[in-house]
């Protein structure tokens, strides 16, 4: 989507309960790396710190940025609790939670408004 069309919000999702959100655990981690996945035109390998422990999460965002590894450093937020998925020969350990991508706009990271320690929850 560029900047000339007008951009239309999708209809709001089915209602869910307090409980079915609590389910989510969404942490703030810093990017510390940022590699290509061998042999994938989208995924990269991004390794961050989680405060208690690292993470390797694949996410499928190597076309969206022209430097990719401009987010090495950057904290933002990351889905921590789903079951690792294999793409590619590797494995993900969850999911960066950025802004946008569903809806066809270039992705933002979603991101803390000021730094706060590794592992924090959102929510």
Do not use: C, W
């Not at 389910?23 to 510390?32: A, P």
């Not at 499928?60 to 990351?78: H, S, V």
């Not at 992705?107 to 000021?114: G, I």
Request: avoid cysteine.
């Amino acid at each position: 989507m560029n900047a000339d069309q007008v951009f239309t919000p999708a209809p709001i999702k089915p209602a869910i309960s307090l409980a079915d959100l609590d389910r989510i655990d969404i942490r703030v981690g810093t990017i510390l790396s940022v590699e290509d996945v061998a042999g994938s035109h989208k995924l990269l390998k991004l390794t961050v710190d989680f405060g208690d422990h690292r993470r390797r999460i694949l996410a499928g965002m190597k076309q969206e940025r022209e430097i990719p590894r401009e987010i090495e450093g950057r904290q933002a937020l990351f889905v921590v609790n789903l079951e690792p998925k294999k793409m590619m020969s590797e494995i993900s350990e969850g999911m960066l939670f950025d802004i946008g991508y569903a809806d066809g706009v270039t992705p933002a990271l979603a991101v803390p408004e000021n730094k706060v320690p590794n592992g924090t929850r959102a929510g």
